[in-house]
């Protein structure tokens, strides 16, 4: 009887050690699960560039509300030196006292300076394909590195647009400007007036020059792609400018500013002023200067169309200028931080934004998403990129602010030093790939 019941009192006790075990498992299972379905405790940082708190954060809080434990910062950031200020943390990414953030935008011509210090995007987020099925193909090409991966997100899409005051345009018996560049030429001598010395009271077009056009080097760069001209190898550090195609396309853009038949002058104010003021029939910039213009002369009567195109045989093409969301390669967290952005980039998301912005604007940045592109159609200001969106295209300086300096200086050495132009372009080659060999490798 006494071993039975201690053969009772062991089998009682291990079935509760198994079930106690096996309790234990599952709970350890459990909060497993719960750590792989659930983050936990992530903080991001996120800096933004145009949109204030007031446009983000509902869509950062709506994000947060179905991700428990992940808490994201944002931060507007100004734009004066921000390139630098944002490349100088990256730089010291391990610096506890200033450390860069996870999540921060990068312009699309700045990859080839920046992508090792980014996260790739991950296949899982987002495909290669779905990419170019979600987004523009210059978002595409803007993106890839030269080691194939993508490396930002697009949250909208900008590009060069012309200018136009509506009422000069109809004192010249147009209503809108021409599309082809023949036209538009001959449409801007009639656009311009001249004192009795021969000095222009009233330009035609703003181009040129570089000193007083603020996106000269964009312009120029736009009718360098238009001419099919290669500026960039795939080493994203030796740029090509020292050909006769590009010496050809210099003379051009010099030759509207030079000569009894010019349209536009060094000794003019900066096109934007000019636009303003109502002694400009036209200047090319991005869609954002309209808040410019509506700010500093809210009752002028302009409008937005497409650039001119070489002619009705050529393929259209256009310049874009616009910006990405991309990663800190250093974030304890890039994942999370991919997942979110992918978050920002989706339809009803990209729709919310748009309205937030709107609220304290003329109107939101223009869609990344190729299946709003219809939507931005049914806005005035933004017609021209919805038409031209899909044809756009731009190059991988890297190290935008070099380049950029570096093409000005080019182009006003032509213009007002009288520099042989072939001269002026292979020292710009040469001051360009000095820096680039040093930015970009």
């Known amino acids: 009887m006494e071993l039975k019941n201690r053969k009772f009192i062991i089998i009682i006790a291990c079935v509760l050690f198994l079930l106690f075990a096996g309790t234990g498992t599952f709970l350890l299972l459990s909060k497993e699960k719960d750590n792989n379905n659930n983050v936990k405790n992530v903080e991001l940082v996120y800096w933004g560039l145009w949109e204030p708190s007031s446009v983000m954060q509902p869509l950062i809080d709506e994000y947060e509300s179905t991700h428990p434990g992940v808490n994201i910062l944002y931060s507007q950031q100004t734009f004066s030196n921000y390139e630098g200020r944002l490349f100088t943390r990256l730089q010291q990414s391990s610096s506890s006292t200033e450390p860069a953030p996870d999540i921060f935008r990068i312009h699309n011509t700045w990859l080839p300076k920046y992508y090792k210090y980014l996260s790739p995007l991950p296949e899982k987020v987002m495909s290669r394909e779905t990419y170019s099925q979600t987004f523009y193909p210059t978002a595409l090409s803007d993106f890839t590195a030269k080691d194939g991966k ?15 005051n509506k009422q000069l345009l109809v ?8 599309a082809d560049w023949d036209s538009l030429i001959d449409l801007a001598h009639k656009l311009t007036k001249k004192d009795s010395s ?5 330009a035609g077009l703003a181009i040129g020059t570089s000193r007083n056009i603020l996106h000269a080097s964009e312009i120029f760069s736009f009718l360098l792609l238009q001419e099919g001209v290669e500026l960039i190898d795939s080493t994203r550090t030796n740029v090509t400018l020292n050909t006769t195609k590009v ?13 009894k038949q010019a349209v536009w002058s060094s000794d003019l104010r900066y096109d934007l002023e000019m ?11 991005p869609s954002w200067r309209a808040f410019d213009v509506i700010l500093s002369s809210p009752t002028i009567e302009f409008g937005m169309a497409k650039l001119p195109q070489l002619g009705a045989n050529q393929q259209e093409v256009y310049y874009s200028t616009y910006w990405g969301e991309a990663v800190n390669k250093s974030s304890d967290n890039t994942e999370v931080a991919w997942d979110f952005i992918n978050f920002l980039a989706q339809k009803e998301n990209q729709m919310t934004k748009f309205s937030n912005e709107s609220k304290i604007r003329a109107f939101g940045e223009p869609y990344s998403l190729v299946e709003l592109n219809s939507s931005m159609s049914e806005n005035s200001y933004l017609t021209a990129i919805a038409e031209m969106a899909p044809y756009m295209k731009s190059w991988q300086m890297g190290d935008e602010t070099i380049v950029k300096q570096t093409l000005n200086q080019l182009i006003t050495s032509v213009v007002e030093d009288g520099q042989d132009p ?12 000095d820096q680039l060999a040093q930015t970009n490798k």
């Open 275 to 285: 636009f303003y003021s109502g002694k400009l029939g036209m200047m090319i910039a």
């Open 422 to 433: 072939a001269t002026a372009l292979k020292n710009a080659q040469e001051d360009i790939n």
């Open 171 to 178: 004192d010249a018996g147009f209503s809108e400007p021409p």
């Open 247 to 259: 010496e050809s396309v210099l003379n051009t853009y010099t030759g509207f500013a030079t000569g």
């Open 198 to 202: 021969g000095k222009i009271t009233q």
């Open 150 to 164: 993508l490396y930002a997100i697009p949250l909208e899409i900008d590009g060069l647009v012309l200018f136009y």
